[in-house]
């Protein structure tokens, strides 16, 4: 056989090598929608060097990009690696808690920062500790020591309840709701008894208040304190105590000799606790947890600078090479992540997007319409828009990242997603 008859197949060999062929060539086939599908997105959009625009796949494969890897001011986005460091620290079942101990005729609070202590939650506390406490208490003493008095950088201080003070105790997220009746001043919520403190700052927020439920923060951790002190109080009477107890003290160290009476484990697991950030986008939980990151053995008094530092760490572990947070919530202008990143983050929260904001798509296609559901959070400053999350479409999950750094149009970002919802179902007709 000469060199030439080598070189020339047989039949059956270039029967043989027609299936590795074709095989490849119907992969190909079968991949070809994607690869035009990704050419086709966002095909009339023009975004600008403010701009990140990502999605992909459930694989991870790019489907479209637009610098990615471009550090931009994430503002509430910033939820999602809070939420994502949280969830690696303690667990998604972890419950937050609260010690409070007896000395004579006092009882005293150490606030250790949980972020979920709501009114319904105080009846819960009030009635485990009305059946141990003597009928001689008359003080509640509040040591708030467990976390530094910091202003959360990017707060303002206006009466808004997105602007919510941090304490180590904390009641309903440190904020009131307040209404008229007949002209006299009321709490809005039944299960929340109207306090001196709440009493107070009605009058000088300078927010009117009237017939409609309004809610205002605390404006700082010492309101915080004497509010949560009164609060408990009202619920300890409601429970049956026979004393009506009116001595408040705050800023208190907690005496050696104090014996604890309660170490109350909130019922409110930490996927409770998530859902208040992602879904209603508390920045007060958000804060609440970015400083508890930093706890240790338990002594340490929390502050924004050792927060820092434990995020700079962790955030270098789970391989965020442009993550930075300054602050939990996303109020700090500061803070910075690319849109690469946050793939990474929602990855890692693919099990817990149902703790997201649910909202319902509808296209309209050739067979139809089809409904497609997404999971995701917004994230909104004055010139920053910006919007991540996952979309599904039957078995098929996406994500998306929308990171704007300047004015847009309105609902531009809504927009974008049924964009993105509709180029998908129609690529696929």
Known sequence: MTASQEAMPTARQTALSWWPATLLFVAFLALLPLSVQAKQL???????????????????????????????????????????????????DHHFSTEFYLLGNQLWVR????????????????????????????????????????????????????????SAVAANFNTVMLKRVNGALATAEPQT????????????????????ATR??????????????????????????PRVISNFAINQQLPAQ?????????????????????????????N???????????????????????????????????????????????????????????EKLVAHRTLLKRYELTVTAAGGKEHLVAYAKTGTLDGVRTYAGFLERGEQLFQFVFMFNRATPYQYREQLLQTLANQLVLSSH
């Open 42 to 92: 966002f095909a009339k959009q023009s975004f600008t060097e403010q701009d990140a625009v990502s999605v992909r796949d459930s694989a991870g494969a790019v489907l479209y990009e637009w610098q990615a890897d471009k550090a931009l001011v994430p503002a509430s986005l910033t939820k999602l690696v809070t939420a994502d460091l949280a969830i690696d620290k303690w667990g998604i």
């Open 111 to 166: 606030g250790l920062a949980d972020p979920y202590l709501v009114s319904e939650e105080l009846d819960v506390i009030a009635q485990r500790l009305q059946a141990k406490m003597p009928a001689t208490v008359d003080s509640i003493m509040i040591d708030t020591s467990y976390m530094a008095k910091e202003v959360v950088p990017g707060r303002t201080r206006v009466a808004d309840p997105y602007n919510a003070p941090l």
């Open 193 to 212: 008894p109207l306090t001196d403190t709440a009493r107070r700052l009605a009058h000088q927020s300078g927010v009117k208040i009237g017939a409609q």
């Open 216 to 241: 205002i923060n605390l404006v700082d951790a010492d309101n915080a304190q004497q509010h949560f002190a009164q609060l408990l109080g009202l619920k300890l009477r409601e429970q049956g105590f």
């Open 258 to 286: 104090a014996k604890r009476m309660l170490r109350h484990e909130n019922s409110k697991t930490l996927a409770d606790v998530l859902r208040g950030t992602l879904e209603y986008s508390n920045n007060f939980i958000a």
């Open 288 to 346: 609440q947890l970015f400083l508890l990151l930093a706890e240790s053995s338990g002594d340490a008094r929390l502050s924004f600078s050792q927060a820092q530092n434990y995020a700079k760490q962790a955030l270098a572990q789970s391989s965020y090479q442009s993550a930075r947070l300054i602050e939990g919530s996303g109020l700090s202008r500061q803070n910075r992540i690319n849109a690469s990143d946050l793939h990474k983050v929602l």
